[in-house]
């Protein structure tokens, strides 16, 4: 049984690693997403194919592959040394934040051009009209697919594994591989299993929050 | 000096002409209601007047300040940002569908304008919103939201969402278009009581009653032109145009 209690206690280990990226990851690239889409909705031509190219990349290429090239790729072409951690948190917040671009991006485009009229016959700015009209009305609408994305990203931390950082499969993996077990797996599962549970709890609060006015 | 002076406007969607070189003035306390067949013109023109669609000749004061211009040969003249901004603050407008902010109060629609663009204290545009929804009779609904209430209602929210901004003059883009028959009157009832106060109004309307009732001059457009500009007894009565007559009969 303490072997049982040892193994749980050396995935819980991997699992803080897991959880710091996970909490970096949603902390900045839902920030990054709203910035642009913000500036793909601009007027601004440049702007609006710049942000575009950056979606096309982080969108039309594996995770993992963005992974390899941060981690081995900047060393070796810009002589830029990032630990796992950073070149980690780096792939995931860009990443991440390219599908937060075109989800919230789909979300502000959704908003009926009466709401800008309305807004701008009351004297309000552009980006008053953003802040105050537009985006709190954009909340509601992005809420399930954003709240795809966050449970998505619980299972895609696992391929930090490829760069040998330590987290909760890998550690998981390490016993599998040391005791002939496969315990770690189902309770590596069971943990991945408590976080979307959790996770999803959030989101559906969320969005009864957001539906009072629907 | 007029609320509004409006010369020679013309606007084009593509290879429709809208608006054909409409001119119209609006003095100060009139009540103008524009009438005549979908696809005359009408909520362009108003649309026009307030900015919200960009015209492509003519001129536009408001209280005469100029806020849109161009000259001989066509080209906008750039008027001062402030200017416009100003000459167009003077309006409000209240669109057929309403358009309130659904995500906020009946009170949050009508402080917000107050305290985001005008920097009121929020206490002072509470209290002046408070007014103003007792004035369109919907106080007790000040903590509904927009779902939560009739289209009637909604309009008058919207009514007083606008007031809430002290226009000179109002603008109703169809005001009871979108609404059931039995909550027209509800909201042609606040119009009234804003004729009654002698508010500049330039009304967009299918109610030929109201517009009978409550206007001092009827404008009556056809295929992007004003075909006859007079008051309500005359156009109603004794229209010049054989077709204004048929529009009224076929409507009446």
Redesign the interface.
């Known amino acids: 049984m303490s072997g049982t209690l040892g193994m749980i206690w050396y995935i819980i280990k991997g699992s803080i690693n897991t959880l710091e990226l996970y909490g970096i990851t949603i902390v900045l690239s839902i920030p990054l997403g709203v910035l642009g889409a913000l500036g793909k909705v601009s007027k601004s031509k440049l702007l609006s194919s710049v942000i575009g190219f950056y979606t096309w990349i982080f969108r039309g290429t594996p995770l993992l592959l963005q992974l390899f090239f941060i981690y081995f790729g900047l060393p070796h072409f810009l002589g830029i040394n990032l630990d796992k951690f950073e070149a980690a948190s780096i792939t995931f917040v860009l990443n991440y934040g390219a599908y937060f671009t075109e989800i919230f991006r789909g979300g502000i485009i959704s908003i009926?051009k009466?709401?800008y009229?309305?807004a701008?016959?009351?004297?309000?700015t552009y980006s008053?009209t953003m802040r105050?009209?537009i985006l709190?009305?954009t909340i509601?609408r992005v809420l399930p697919a954003t709240s795809n994305e966050a449970i998505t990203l619980v299972k895609d931390t696992a391929l930090v594994a490829a760069i040998s950082m330590d987290d909760l499969l890998r550690n998981a993996n390490q016993i599998v591989a040391r005791e002939y077990t496969i315990i770690p797996f189902v309770i590596a599962g069971v943990i991945y299993l408590l976080l979307t549970s959790v996770i999803v709890w959030i989101f559906n609060k969320l969005e009864q929050k957001y539906s009072?006015?629907? | 000096m007029n609320m509004i002076q409006a010369t020679n406007i013309s606007k084009r969607f593509g290879n429709l002409e809208v608006l054909k070189n409409v001119s119209l003035s609006v003095a100060k306390g009139e009540v103008i209601s524009i009438i005549g067949p979908s696809g005359s013109g009408k909520s362009t023109l108003l649309r026009c007047l307030i900015l919200l669609e960009k015209c492509d000749g003519g001129r536009i004061e408001i209280e005469g300040i100029p806020i849109e211009a161009f000259d001989e040969t066509g080209r906008r003249i750039p008027l001062p940002h402030k200017d416009v901004k100003d000459g167009v603050r003077k309006m409000g407008m209240v669109f057929q569908n309403f358009h309130l902010f659904p995500h906020k109060t009946v009170l949050e629609n009508v402080i917000e304008a107050p305290i985001i663009v005008n920097k009121i204290p929020r206490e002072e545009a509470i209290k002046e919103a408070e007014e103003l929804l007792s004035k369109v009779g919907l106080l007790d609904k000040k903590d509904a939201y927009p779902s939560q209430i009739s289209g009637g209602q909604k309009q008058r929210v919207a009514i007083a969402r606008a007031l809430a901004m002290k226009p000179d003059i109002m603008l109703f883009d169809e005001p009871t278009s979108a609404l059931d028959p039995e909550l027209v009157g509800e909201v042609l009832g606040v119009i009234k009581k804003l004729a009654s106060e002698h508010m500049t109004m330039l009304v967009v309307t299918h109610e030929m009653g109201f517009a009978k009732e409550v206007s001092d001059r009827v404008v009556f457009m056809d295929q992007g032109e004003i075909i006859e500009d007079a008051p309500p007894e005359k156009l109603f009565n004794n229209p010049d145009h054989p077709r204004i007559k048929a529009f009224l009969e076929k409507i009446l």
Do not use: F, N, S, T
């Not at chain 1, 701008?120 to 309000?124: A, S, Y």
């Open positions: 009926d009466g709401q009229e309305a701008k016959v009351l004297g309000m008053q105050r009209i709190p009305q509601r009072i006015y629907e």
